[in-house]
């Protein structure tokens, strides 16, 4: 990585912080004169170049403010602070402060200052961005007296010029010395006004389906691209220095690492073999493994994409029971469904494998001794669950009984998880429990476990946690680091069953490896089963990245157990150095549900007449990368009529049809005029956030990008119409412009058809085709280049894109909808007893609140019992909990606006209720986190009352969420809150 600039430039400085506080090594290659901040990345084959705030997202792109809150002010940044704020600090420079740029910056900052986007305690993009602009003024002193007008500006300065990374990186960039304006900012060109410099292109929200089939392209939708003068030079130099063609490349097989290239290992968490995976899976791990794994090939990275299905454990023999079949039986026949779903979607693995395999046996048994050796496995006795008539002990899933949880009395629940109030169960606490292969009633037994000894292992996995986590998702990190807040605790690593890995040492050889600490290893069995040259991937860690795709549930085994099994075994394996979780894909209001057929399935995607291009474009467009989402069938239409149909179809279709209509098939020649360039300009700003976000693994904002770069083009040929200029009538002047125009666009086609391969690869291979298939497309460019050369042939375009009408969503939203659960009817005399249990614990919270002895913590723990114990009763009557009302009017109602004559379902009631305890656990750290800082800005001299009644907001907020985790009512939280202001 290098970093291109004029000393002392503060977009220089962007690009040092994003490093240091992503952790990256960046050296500095100082230019002189004008030149602008260029950040070089080599990645494989491919160098890119991106300018300072496209760096700054590359470098840091995780951050609890959402990825478009912190793009929409980059943005706003470059083009509407930058113009203003440059000129004004060359006239200062010069001596001669111009007044009229220092009003319009005045206008600006009071923008930013009333915002609520100065979050100084925060390292992400929006603050090492803004920060960097703005330090100039606060180290003048023209500059200074007008921050001075804003308060809440210097606060946020003063506050970020003290944490660690910013001070060090302005060290490094201003020296010791007093600061000045000089010689940078004379050296600065005077830009041209905003006015002058802002294209009439949009960027920005989906666009609405219109009549005319062209994007709309309404006032309110419109977002300005600011373009430089530097910007538009590049772009001139990009377009005149023709890319040569590269020959696809030759697969080698198997696929090996290579000395001198980046060698990319990437794994999709290994989906069940017992069930089909639906859309939710399918985006969670093997699609976003593979639209990251097509990017990396296609910048000229050596990659070997591995999956394959997890066979063993409980949940395969359960499924065998169910349908009468053998657990190989089962895999067998699940292993062949997941390969068809997979090459259905075009999911590119280099090998999808199982772990139903010798090599998964050995392997994972050389693991063990490694691990046994080390001394880091223990043994203890695990209380269970044991059938004498069958004469086994009975895992989770192999015994039922009556739900344990107070108010549920489901009779049917499992050793694990009650389906009937969807709680944890421990099985040996069931009532009445039965064995599921012959219904007789199981006793409690002991059984000798093998454990695996996280605490020692600890010492050694805690480093590098803190190194390798730099580059993980956030949730992954939040997850990882909240099982380690407390220290890691000896894990049980063995069960008494008969389908899995068996354990090879004496005394345990009845039982096998627990599922989760052999699957993970399937990785490298699955390698191994691909070539005999296995460690070649897996342990060279100093020639190969590892990236891992899974959704969050999968966190802890791969970002904590698996780990520390490689580091217990004191080999050289290949760690992983990326970790990418999702958050979870709902299903419309609700969850995917087999059983009750709510939601789409792989095999019934296949079946439901739409290209799989499709659901892999919309799967990318909604990926839950930083929150929960929802496949929506209203949406999904949407999606494909406005953003695909209308937007990238249309432009693709309508400019290859004027080459092919109009110029026989050939392109014409181009005369590019300095609108053009600018034009150019801006696509180049697009694909350098496509090449950022993608590097990052922001598929949605890479997705973004390219759409952005088609609603360009739409709008070059509807301002330019050039099927009007090259009318037999038109003059020839004319007629060249228009034969630009169409050339242009052809190009920008190209450049869509090389973009688009990892998010829709069929469509991507239309186009290409379309265009005779040249060579240049085979490699993703670093600039806008001429991709199509005067007089090259294509072919007739057809449509790319299919409009889905209101008939079929409707048909297909009811066809998946599924049927509602049966309602349970309540036992009168279990509601009798319930409504008595809440009656004497109301009477007991009123008791202590007026006791005057009682502490608050317990008056809490009993409000909150009450709180449980309402819900629970209402449950069994059927009845919404009192809450929802509540949530209900916060949540505003019907707004009215009809999208489709689809009707969706209604929302499910929000009410208090237990969250899972990486929740519980992420909230109370952001608690305590945000309550130090509170105190610390009230302690600290200077801070406004502004910025410290925001940052209190902010933790009452926090303290919410955590009450709704925790299943209190936050309304008593705040009433405590009132008291202690009172007093």
């Excluded at 180049?684 to 949605?700: G, I």
């Excluded at 265009?771 to 005067?790: E, G, I, K, R, T």
Aim: charged share 25%; net charge neutral.
């Amino acid at each position: 990585m290098k970093l291109r600039a004029s000393k002392g430039h503060p977009d220089g400085l962007k690009v040092l912080i994003a490093a240091a506080v992503s952790g990256h090594t960046v050296a500095v290659v100082e230019e002189k004169g004008t030149t602008p901040v260029i950040f070089e990345v080599t990645e494989g084959n491919t160098v890119a170049h991106l300018h300072a705030n496209s760096a700054v997202l590359y470098l840091v792109h995780s951050s609890s403010l959402g990825n478009n809150e912190i793009e929409e002010l980059l943005q706003w940044e470059a083009t509407e602070l930058k113009p203003i704020l440059l000129p004004y600090l060359a006239s200062v420079a010069s001596g001669r402060e111009d007044k009229t740029l220092r009003s319009s910056l005045q206008g600006l900052l009071a923008k930013l200052g009333n915002g609520n986007q100065l979050k100084c305690e925060q390292e992400n993009g929006a603050s090492i961005v803004l920060f960097s602009s703005l330090l100039p003024l606060l180290w003048e002193a023209s500059g200074r007296s007008l921050l001075e007008e804003f308060p809440s500006l210097v606060a946020f300065l003063n506050t970020l010029q003290e944490m660690e990374h910013f001070k060090k990186s302005v060290y490094l960039w201003y020296g010791s010395g007093e600061f000045t304006l000089k010689p940078w900012a004379l050296q600065l060109p005077t830009p041209p006004s905003p006015s002058n410099c802002t294209l009439n292109l949009l960027k920005g929200e989906p666009s609405s389906p219109s009549k005319t089939g062209a994007p709309g392209t309404s006032a309110d939708q419109a977002k300005r691209v600011a373009i430089s003068a530097e910007q538009i030079s590049a772009a001139k130099t990009s377009w005149q220095n023709l890319p040569k063609g590269t020959n696809a490349p030759v697969k080698k097989v198997p696929v090996l690492p290579v000395d001198g290239e980046t060698n990319i290992l990437i794994t999709a968490s290994l989906p069940y073999v017992n069930n089909v995976p639906h859309l939710g899976n399918i985006i969670g791990c093997v699609l976003s493994g593979d639209c990251f794994a097509r990017f990396c090939r296609l910048r000229g990275d050596n990659v070997l994409y591995i999956c394959g299905t997890d066979e063993y454990g409980t949940a395969t023999e359960t499924k065998a029971i169910a349908e009468g079949l053998t657990p190989q039986q089962i895999c067998d026949k699940y292993f062949a469904v997941h390969s068809e779903v997979y090459k259905w979607f075009n999911i590119q693995f280099d090998y999808f494998g199982r772990t139903t395999t010798d090599l998964q046996t050995k392997i994972t048994q050389d693991i063990f001794w490694d691990l046994q050796r080390n001394g880091v496995i223990s043994q203890d006795s695990v209380e269970q669950l044991h059938c004498g008539k069958c004469n086994r002990f009975l895992a989770d899933r192999f015994v039922e009984g009556t739900c344990p949880n107070v108010g549920c009395g489901y009779e049917d629940a499992r050793g694990d998880q009650c389906d009937g109030c969807g709680k944890l169960v421990n099985a040996v606490e069931l009532i009445k429990p039965r064995c599921k292969l012959c219904s007789s009633p199981p006793s409690v037994k002991s059984s000798n476990h093998l454990f695996l000894d996280l605490p020692k292992i600890e010492k050694g996995y805690l480093p590098w946690l803190g190194t390798a986590s730099k580059n993980w998702s956030n949730n992954a990190k939040v997850i990882c680091e909240s099982w380690c807040r407390d220290g890691l605790k000896s894990r049980c690593i063995t069960r008494d069953l008969k389908w899995g890995t068996p354990v090879p040492l004496d005394g345990f050889k009845d039982k096998v490896f627990y599922v989760w600490f052999d699957a993970p290893i399937g990785y490298v069995s699955i390698t191994a089963n691909y070539t005999s040259e296995w460690e070649k991937w897996w342990k060279n860690p100093s020639q190969v990245k590892y990236y891992e795709f899974m959704a969050k549930d999968n966190v802890p085994f791969h970002g904590v157990v698996f780990p520390s099994v490689l580091i217990g075994t004191k080999q050289n394996w290949t760690m992983v150095s990326n970790i990418l979780a999702t958050e979870f894909l709902n299903y419309e209001d609700g969850k995917f549900s087999k059983s009750r057929g709510v939601g789409v399935f792989g095999d019934q995607a296949m079946n439901t007449g739409i290209p799989s291009d499709i659901f892999r474009f919309y799967l990318l467009f909604v990926r839950p990368e930083s929150q929960d989402t929802t496949f929506s069938w209203v949406d999904f239409q949407l999606k494909n009529n406005s953003e695909l149909l209308n937007n990238l179809g249309n432009f693709v279709h309508r400019s290859l049809s004027f080459v092919f209509k109009f110029f026989k098939s050939a392109i014409p020649e181009a005369h590019p005029t300095e609108s053009d360039y600018q034009v150019m300009a801006a696509i180049n700003v697009e694909l350098e956030q496509y090449y950022s976000a993608m590097c990052a693994n922001r598929q949605r904002d890479g997705l973004k990008s390219i759409l952005a770069i088609t609603k360009i083009g739409n709008q070059y040929i509807q301002e330019n119409e050039p099927y009007k200029l090259i009318k037999p009538d038109r003059t020839e002047e004319d007629k060249k412009r228009g034969a630009t125009v169409i050339a242009l666009a052809a190009n920008i086609a190209a450049l869509v058809s090389i973009i688009l391969e990892p998010y829709m690869p069929d469509t991507s291979k239309k186009i290409k085709s379309y265009l005779n298939d040249p060579s240049v497309l085979n490699s993703l460019p670093s600039a806008f280049s001429c991709f199509l050369p005067a007089g090259h042939a294509i072919q007739e375009p057809k449509p790319l894109i299919t409009q889905l009408d209101d008939d079929t969503i409707k048909k297909l939203f009811e066809e998946f909808r599924g049927q509602a659960p049966e309602k349970k009817v309540a036992d009168p005399a279990e509601v009798a007893k319930m409504e008595a249990r809440v009656a004497e614990q109301g009477n007991k919270v009123r008791e202590l609140k007026t006791s005057g002895t009682a502490g608050k913590d317990a008056i809490a723990a009993e409000v909150a019992m009450l709180l449980k114990l309402k819900e629970e009763l209402a449950a069994m009557k059927g009845e919404e909990p009192a809450s929802s009302g509540k949530d209900k009017k916060k949540k505003g109602g019907n707004t009215g606006k009809k999208e489709s004559n689809v009707s969706a379902p209604s929302s499910k009631p929000e009410t208090p209720a237990a969250s899972n305890p990486a929740e519980v656990d992420h909230l109370q750290a952001l608690v305590t986190e945000q309550g130090n800082r509170v105190r610390e800005l009230k302690g600290k001299e200077g801070t406004s009352k502004e910025a410290i009644a925001a940052e209190v907001a902010k933790l009452l907020d926090l303290k919410n969420q955590l009450a709704l985790a925790q299943g209190i009512d936050p309304a008593t939280l705040n009433s405590k809150d009132k008291k202690k202001k009172k007093k």
